[in-house]
């Protein structure tokens, strides 16, 4: 009944901005934990930032500073922005939402993710 779909990836060059959007049906993101996470080639899925209903925001460390999460309430819209782009920010990209308040308690639905290509 939820479905999250990503959109905004692409090829960038390194220095560069993007912003990613997931629109979401069935689901009120207002009320919900949010969040991105990544797969860098070779690598585990990782998350990239979070926000808990109240608006509360979480960063990891490798993009803390160049990425801001944020959400369109009346769209039902979640989005991440991101600058200074580093080679190593090359990743599919995806959107996740969690069945409470809180990020607490884990992710329950995922998008299918969009691919971020950072070259030089």
């Known amino acids: 009944q939820v479905h999250l779909v990503e959109s905004g990836g692409g090829s960038v060059q390194a220095g560069g901005s993007l912003t990613l959007s997931c629109v979401v049906s069935g689901y009120t993101i207002m009320d919900h934990c949010m969040a991105w996470y990544r797969q860098r080639p070779g690598k585990e899925r990782e998350g990239v930032a979070f926000?808990?209903?109240?608006?509360?925001?979480v960063y990891v460390n490798a993009v803390k500073d160049r990425a801001n999460i944020s959400r369109d309430t009346a769209k039902n819209t979640l989005w991440l922005q991101m600058s200074s782009l580093k080679l190593e920010d090359t990743a599919k990209y995806y959107c996740?939402?969690?069945?409470?308040?809180?990020?607490?308690?884990?992710?329950?639905?995922w998008g299918i993710g969009t691919l971020v290509t950072v070259s030089s």
């Open positions: 996740a939402a969690g069945s409470r308040e809180t990020c607490d308690y884990g992710l329950d639905y």
């Open positions: 926000m808990q209903s109240s608006g509360s925001t």
